[in-house]
């Protein structure tokens, strides 16, 4: 069974930051674009950036300006770093790997106003 770990999360008061991380097995990193998804209570699961093996990225327009993702490809792992956190980017964070479909459990995100 492939694992994509996810860890960072945790709760932050609103304009503070956060970092999440995604660990995948390499053979997964190395061939996949990874991407961060988050769900909300009640909502759908959304995209919320993503990061090509080439290093290329897309964001959702919410978190364009406040989050980064990237990828250390040497540590096959993903980060999503997130500044000026505001009470509606309260979620479950997914680390997603897109050709394989793989997804993480999940890493609970929570800004308190």
């Known amino acids: 069974q492939v694992q994509l770990v996810e860890s960072g999360g945790g709760l932050v008061q609103a304009g503070g930051s956060l970092r999440l991380s995604c660990a995948a097995p390499?053979?997964?990193?190395?061939?996949?674009?990874m991407g961060w998804y988050r769900q909300a209570p009640g909502k759908e699961r959304e995209l919320v950036a993503a990061?090509?093996?080439?290093?290329?990225?897309n964001y959702a327009d919410s978190v364009k300006g406040r989050f980064t993702i990237s990828r250390d490809n040497t540590k096959n792992t993903m980060f999503l770093q997130m500044n000026s956190l505001k009470p509606e980017d309260t979620a479950v964070y997914y680390c997603?790997?897109?050709?394989?479909?793989?997804w993480g459990q999940g890493t609970q995100v929570t800004v308190s106003s």
């Open positions: 990061i090509t093996t080439g290093g290329s990225s």
């Open positions: 997603n790997a897109r050709q394989r479909d793989y």
């Open positions: 390499r053979i997964i990193f190395k061939f996949n674009t």
